[in-house]
T-cell receptor, first 113, second 114 residues
Framework: AQSVTQLGSHVSVSEGALVLLRCNYSSSVPPYLFWYVQYPNQGLQLLLKYTSAATLVKGINGFEAEFKKSETSFHLTKPSAHMSDAAEYFCAVSAGGSYIPTFGRGTSLIVHP | NAGVTQTPKFQVLKTGQSMTLQCAQDMNHNSMYWYRQDPGMGLRLIYYSASEGTTDKGEVPNGYNVSRLNKREFSLRLESAAPSQTSVYFC?????????????FGEGSRLTVL
């Protein structure tokens, strides 16, 4: 079985501040991990993915995430938030031949001027 | 490229009415999915189709049926709509369960059941 927990349904930061969105996963086998972003009234689009090639993964729009097996975590970071980063972010996991990803409940990122 | 196209984008139904949500992808993907999104619940899988000719239940299939019409199209039907089915519905596709399972999403269909 696989599952994902996103800590914090809402995260609020000031423009220019560090963004940290937390994701912990549960999987009995090596997982594939994803971060998706959803802008208002749009579908989800892939930000980045971990597929075991490298533990630090860089994605679009300056985001990156680090896979930490010992902590079963895949937190999303960005050094400096922009107003345009305001959106809903979803962490997802797929593993063990079950290629269908399981999504977390999402974290809404709010960016203040 | 259009990617994944869903119709309609908005729909209001009365309890007991039926309707079909349509989805088509132009990326030659094998697998297609229907999710619903509710506040605080994330995305929950309703049904999926691993390949043309096959469909399987996901986490929340009750009250829904699906048809994989061909490789491009995957429809979701509500036979007798209930207020609990008020939600945003997303169709997605992927190359195949695949080496990574990356999904490509449509823009969503917003359904209100009165």
């Amino acid at each position: 079985a696989q599952s994902v927990t996103q800590l914090g349904s809402h995260v609020s930061v000031s423009e220019g501040a560090l963004v940290l969105l937390r994701c912990n996963y549960s999987s009995s086998v090596p997982p594939y991990l994803f971060w998706y972003v959803q802008y208002p009234n749009q579908g989800l689009q892939l930000l980045l993915k971990y597929t075991s090639a490298a533990t630090l993964v860089k994605g679009i729009n300056g985001f990156e995430a680090e896979f930490k097996k010992s902590e079963t975590s895949f937190h999303l970071t960005k050094p400096s938030a922009h107003m345009s980063d305001a959106a809903e972010y979803f962490c997802a996991v797929s593993a063990g031949g079950s290629y269908i990803p399981t999504f977390g409940r999402g974290t809404s990122l709010i960016v203040h001027p | 490229n259009a990617g994944v196209t869903q119709t309609p984008k908005f729909q209001v139904l009365k309890t007991g009415q039926s309707m079909t949500l349509q989805c088509a992808q132009d990326m030659n993907h094998n697998s297609m999915y229907w999710y619903r999104q509710d506040p605080g619940m994330g995305l929950r899988l309703i049904y999926y189709s691993a390949s043309e000719g096959t469909t399987d239940k996901g986490e929340v299939p009750n009250g829904y049926n699906v048809s994989r019409l061909n490789k491009r199209e995957f429809s979701l039907r509500l036979e007798s709509a209930a207020p609990s089915q008020t939600s945003v519905y997303f169709c997605a596709s992927s190359v195949i369960g695949g080496d990574t399972g990356e999904l490509f999403f449509g823009e969503g269909s917003r359904l209100t059941v009165l």
